[in-house]
T-cell receptor
């Protein structure tokens, strides 16, 4: 099973770039890597998804090396409102080797 | 477009009582998920439906938990009887269909407290 490992917590300051790395050594060939953001008392919200190399959208970038055993979520110029828990998810459940497993996430705290 | 709707938002019951949670997914979404999230942990998948068929219920404690999605739209998750350890947030999510890169849209969850 493609379990993920992330730092438990990270701190940063407003205006900084934040990079959160996720390790997924057993990623399956067909697995995509998806990142979610969760605020207190809300369900997780999709941020970005990728398969390899680099993906960028209006809120984040996702870097995936060639071996796909890790990925890095990059948040440019964070603000206080980016304080949340970030989950790296590998697996979609659409094959027996691709179970949906959320890890414990990374609790990101942004300070003024 | 309306998001995933869940009710109730909060529920407090005594142990051994039954409880049910309801979820209405985003219109047109074929895949529906139920998760349980304990405090400080990530969501744990309980069951996944493709239309009305449960295609992954390997993590559902079947002795006390049951779920249904009779017409392939809304769904109900039931616990009977509830135990103290069932206190958690129960999340429902939906996604458009059977595509490997499907992304999930989550509802706000139901916070269950078992006394």
């Amino acid at each position: 099973l493609a379990k993920t490992t992330q730092p438990i917590s990270m701190d940063s300051y407003e205006g900084q770039e934040v990079n959160i790395t996720c390790s997924h050594n057993n990623i399956a060939t067909n697995d995509y890597i998806t990142w979610y953001q969760q605020f207190p008392s809300q369900g997780p919200r999709f941020i970005i998804q990728g398969y390899k190399t680099k993906v960028t959208n209006e809120v984040a970038s996702l870097f995936i090396p060639a071996d796909r055993k890790s990925s890095t979520l990059s948040l440019p110029r964070v603000s206080l409102s980016d304080t949340a828990v970030y989950y790296c998810l590998v697996g979609t459940g659409y094959s027996s080797a691709s179970k949906i497993i959320f890890g414990s996430g990374t609790r990101l705290s942004i300070r003024p | 477009e309306a998001g995933v709707v869940q009710s109730p938002r909060y529920k407090i019951i005594e142990k051994k009582q039954p409880v049910a949670f309801w979820c209405n997914p985003i219109s047109g979404h074929n895949t529906l998920y139920w998760y349980r999230q304990n405090l400080g942990q990530g969501p744990e998948l309980l069951i996944r439906y493709e239309n009305e068929e449960a295609v992954d219920d390997s993590q559902l404690p079947k002795d006390r938990f049951s779920a249904e999605r009779l017409k392939g739209v809304d769904s109900t998750l039931k616990i009977q009887p509830a135990e103290l350890g069932d206190s958690a947030v129960y999340l429902c999510a939906s996604s458009p269909g059977t595509v490997d890169r499907d992304t999930q849209y989550f509802g706000p969850g139901t916070r269950l407290t078992v006394l």
